[in-house]
């Protein structure tokens, strides 16, 4: 009789990969990189104002043969924000430049604006510190733990506890 394989915990982002990569290849990016570092290749200013949703491949042309001409560059559609469009597609040879020179060759060769609210994260905001009187009645019930650090911090964590 042969032993159950033992079973690890696994990371998220293993389990959750293929998924999320079969999203963003339905949408044409070969990988969430661009996504993910859109600042950093196309600079603060402009992806404060704009971010990818979608690559649009051109269709690959049966009757060619393989490997004579270079694949057709694709259209990169932006979402951009009403106001600031007009500038963005003035900077839009700058846009291709930083976006192909991020992929490595031509892989872009023309840029598609769609004008929309961008989607921005809510920021979080650091919540309120525990009401000391809490803490301290807390901190006083726990058992003699030494670590007068170790103490406080329980306590805290108890204390944001019955917070919520």
Do not use: C, Y
Not at 38 to 47: F, S, Y
Not at 53 to 82: D, Q
Not at 129 to 146: E, G, Q, Y
Request: without cysteine; positive net charge; aromatic residues 4%.
């Amino acid at each position: 009789m042969s032993k159950p394989a033992r079973s690890f915990p696994r990371p998220l982002s293993d389990l959750l990969g293929a998924t999320l990569n079969d999203a963003f290849k339905s949408q044409g990016f070969a990988s969430a990189e661009i996504l993910a570092r859109w600042g950093d290749i196309v600079g603060a200013d402009i992806a404060a104002h704009s971010e990818p949703i979608k690559i649009n491949w051109p269709r690959a042309n049966p009757s060619g043969s393989m490997g004579e001409a270079p694949p057709e560059p694709a259209t990169l559609v932006l979402r951009v924000e009403g106001p600031a469009a007009l500038e963005i597609q003035h900077q839009t040879t700058v846009i291709l430049e930083r976006v192909n020179r991020f992929f490595g060759w031509q892989a872009i060769g023309k840029i598609s604006l769609r004008q929309a609210p961008l989607r921005r994260p809510e920021p979080r905001h650091a919540p309120p510190p525990p009401d000391p009187a809490v803490t301290a009645r807390i901190a006083a019930s726990l058992p003699n733990i030494a670590d007068d650090g170790l103490r406080q911090a329980v306590a805290r964590l108890g204390a944001a506890i019955k917070r919520k």
